[in-house]
């Protein structure tokens, strides 16, 4: 008998397919079981409050930074989602008179739409959201290069991922969505040759820096969370880094205050990296393979999995 059916989107793989068991050992996860699933080359960190979580993730940024000399570049690879770290970062920059000459950044992905990555004045474009909550607020002096800002372009694609050749990438920063994904690595659609089972992990390992199709999943978490429910409003196609710039970070950092997910894919792909249970349906398990993998969560959001009606 084959996987079943996704119950959200039936021609997609994604977690509603796995083995019903293992979605059920995870939903009987506790916020204090999480510290247990930690392991050699997978670290769990808990927040208490909201200023220490965007504090932290944005001392990434500088640990990242910190490091760059003339002859070592080095740098970090981020996200728009979440943000709220980012006007820290440019704070944390000027106050410790930190210079970006030698410093690098990646960022995770763009929407992709009609051949192209969207344009600045598109009102969901991540590289002004990058400039504007970050970059644009650091002092001139200390600022990052222009040269040294890789955001991915429909026509630059593969001298993006030869950028990571090029400096040091110390972590790769995220969080996860509904269709639990780092970037916008999202679980593919079932179809041939993948009708009964989604592609190998390693065959999914392999990509780099693309042009994806997003999950129905990912369009509506979008659309709620940035276009106030529009999803005819969310582009369904998206250019973002792949597993193979991925491992050449050193580090995976994934961010999770339960906002953008939810209680349930949190207990998930923390139970699969923990168990090293790599499927490419849920897309960022595969992060159980990299050597270094940290998961940062705000308690309060862990939440629980008991059904309720609100």
Not at 42 to 71: C, K, P
Not at 90 to 114: I, R, S
Not at 219 to 230: H, K, Y
Request: hydrophobic share 40%; proline share 7%; glycine share 6%.
């Amino acid at each position: 008998m084959g996987r079943p059916l996704s119950v959200v989107a039936p021609e997609w793989w994604d977690y509603t397919t796995l083995d019903r068991e293992l979605l059920n050992d995870a939903a009987c996860l506790s916020a204090d079981d999480f510290a247990g699933l930690s392991r050699p080359g997978f670290e769990i960190r808990f927040y208490d409050t909201l200023e220490s979580f965007y504090l932290a993730e944005a001392f990434e940024y500088i640990e990242a930074w910190s490091q760059a000399t003339e002859e070592r570049p080095t740098g970090m690879c981020g996200p728009i989602g979440p943000t709220k770290q980012l006007p820290l970062v440019a704070q944390l920059v000027n106050a410790l008179d930190l210079d970006l000459k030698h410093a690098h950044f990646w960022a995770m992905d763009e929407w992709y739409q009609k051949g192209r990555e969207v344009a600045l004045d598109h009102p969901l474009s991540f590289e002004r959201a990058n400039r504007e909550l970050c970059f644009n607020r650091i002092t001139p002096e200390l600022a990052m290069p222009e040269g040294n800002l890789h955001f991915p372009r429909a026509d630059n694609l593969a001298e993006y991922t030869a950028s990571y050749d090029e400096a040091r990438c110390v972590v790769m920063q995220g969080g996860q969505g509904e269709a639990k994904h780092w970037a916008f690595n999202d679980p593919p659609r079932r179809e041939e040759p993948y009708e009964d089972a989604p592609p190998p992990r390693e065959e999914y390992l392999k990509l780099s820096a693309r042009v994806v199709d997003l999950h129905p999943m990912t369009l509506s978490q979008n659309a709620r969370s940035s276009a106030a429910g529009r999803v005819a409003d969310v582009p369904a196609q998206a250019l973002t880094v792949g597993p193979l710039e991925t491992w050449k970070s050193e580090r995976g950092s994934i961010w999770d205050t339960g906002s953008h997910g939810n209680a349930f894919g949190m207990r998930l792909t923390t139970l699969m990296i923990s168990k090293k249970i790599a499927d490419s349906a849920v897309a960022i398990s595969l992060l159980c393979r990299h050597p270094n993998v940290r998961f940062s969560f705000y308690r309060p959001g862990i939440g629980t999995c008991e059904a309720e009606i609100h």
